[in-house]
């Protein structure tokens, strides 16, 4: 057996992979990174194996909120890249902090065990093109992503037509001269209806819940980079953003969408215009729930039904780590439960990274986090005083940071936090850890 027993094993090369292996090098810390697919770029390659990629894809932020702070997007990237654009930039990034050395490509790893009690080290599993192989690492840091597992739902009855999960939509040609039913209207949800309403027969949108529609330009600039300048307490700034929604796009209710049942900010907003355009034109039809399934034929819960021929199910994706026990994981709920979404409040050596969302938090809070750990992992080496003192803080009762909001109960939004508090703590750790060490 290969021992590597003072490296860790970092498992993904996506950008949350990236970033940890760009902060893991900057601080020292010896890794072996592992990639199923053959290059850098997690989903954002349309080609990877697990990429949930459709040829239309694009950021939902804007390049200037959403990029790494030392390594800004050229100007000539579109204000909105394309998934490719994206690709490129993650390739671009890991040539420029040399990171491909640290990874083994087309490598998928199988299972990842505690060699014993917390800090022993673990036995990391892993299969390439040459077979199954072993080693011995000091830790385990894992960044495979949060969106490639889908969420597929049960629907009542037997559909005789298509069903598909969005992750498996590649091209909008797929909905030629079909009738089409697209059920769950997040921001994938709308972005494949748009796609579809141009190719489909009929394409219909159906919604269990209302949704709050962000528009990409507000005043000729892209929405994300319009707020933050005044920070405001929340309910001031509902109101405020409430009053801006309602300029810009208007009552998506009398298009036929439902009226969330939640307020601003409780869930993730769906940043997307044409949506609303399209049922303006009568081109989209909306849909509410589905009571049950019979033949090709959809029946409503309003009582209402149509026919289909193909079913696309946008509704989500589920936390999957399926190399290691859920127990190691702290699992509470829909997601596990560690101090600002990475640290295990038992163990040193077991890190995920990137099982976070918060709107507007980009490639740079992620980048944060993975930082967090690096400098961390560093000072418990070290004998660092503060580094003792986060060891403690996460051993202790703690609750994720929301910043006082009451988030929706769902998978989805289980690992949602507030941008400003997660990112208060976060970056107030990095100094503390930074200034210790110097």
């Keep these: 057996m290969t021992q590597s027993r003072e490296a860790f094993a970092l498992i993904g090369a996506g950008p949350m992979g990236l970033a940890a292996a760009k902060v893991l090098k900057e601080q020292g810390i010896p890794f072996q990174g592992f990639e199923l697919h053959s290059d850098v770029g997690g989903l954002w390659d349309i080609d990877g194996p697990k990429s949930t990629m459709y040829e239309t894809a694009h950021l939902i932020s804007s390049k200037r909120m959403t990029e790494f702070a030392d390594f800004p997007m050229e ?29 083994k490509f087309n490598t998928e790893v199988t299972k990842v065990s505690p060699l014993d009690a917390p800090g022993d080290g673990w036995h990391v599993s892993w299969r390439d093109q040459e077979g199954e192989h072993e080693a011995e690492f000091a830790g385990v840091l894992i960044a495979n992503g949060t969106l490639s597992e889908p969420n597929m739902p049960e629907f009542p009855g037997t559909f005789d037509g298509e069903l598909i999960h969005a992750s498996e939509y590649r091209y909008p040609s797929q909905f030629d001269g079909k009738r089409v039913l697209v059920v769950g209207a997040g921001n994938s949800g709308c972005d494949i209806a748009v796609d579809a309403i141009h190719h489909a027969e009929l394409c219909d949108l ?95 819960k309003d009582g209402s039904s149509e026919d289909y021929d193909m079913i696309l199910a946008a509704t989500g994706y589920k936390l999957h780590y399926p190399f290691i026990d859920p127990k190691l994981l702290n699992w509470q709920g829909d997601a596990p439960h560690l101090y600002l979404n990475s640290m295990h409040p038992e163990r040193d050596d077991l890190f995920v990274l990137g099982m976070i ?82």
């Design 75 to 103: 100007d000539a990237v579109a204000e909105y890249p394309s998934h490719r654009a994206m690709r490129d930039y993650f390739r671009a990034f890991a040539d420029n902090y040399g990171l491909r050395d640290h990874y």
């Design 206 to 300: 159906s919604m269990r819940r209302g949704y709050y529609f962000v528009p990409k330009y507000v005043f000729g600039k892209p929405a994300d980079t319009m707020g933050g300048m005044i920070r405001l307490p929340m309910w001031l700034k509902r109101k405020v953003d409430s009053l801006i929604l309602g300029w810009f796009v208007g009552d998506p209710q009398k298009y036929g969408f439902p009226k969330p049942d939640y307020k601003l900010y409780e869930s993730h907003p769906v940043v997307n215009s044409l949506v609303l355009y399209h049922a303006g034109h009568g081109d989209l039809r909306i849909q509410p729930d589905i009571d049950k399934i019979d033949g090709k034929t959809v029946h409503f």
């Design 357 to 438: 969302e918060a709107t507007g938090l980009g490639w740079q809070g992620r980048h944060e986090q993975a930082e967090m750990v690096a400098r961390y992992i560093k000072g418990i080496r070290n004998g660092c005083p503060v580094a003792s003192e986060l060891k403690v803080k996460k051993q202790e009762n703690y609750e994720r940071a929301t910043g006082g909001m009451n988030y929706l109960k769902l998978a989805r939004m289980a690992y949602y936090v507030d941008k400003a508090t997660y990112r208060k703590a976060v970056t107030g750790w990095i100094e503390r850890l930074r200034k210790a060490a110097t």
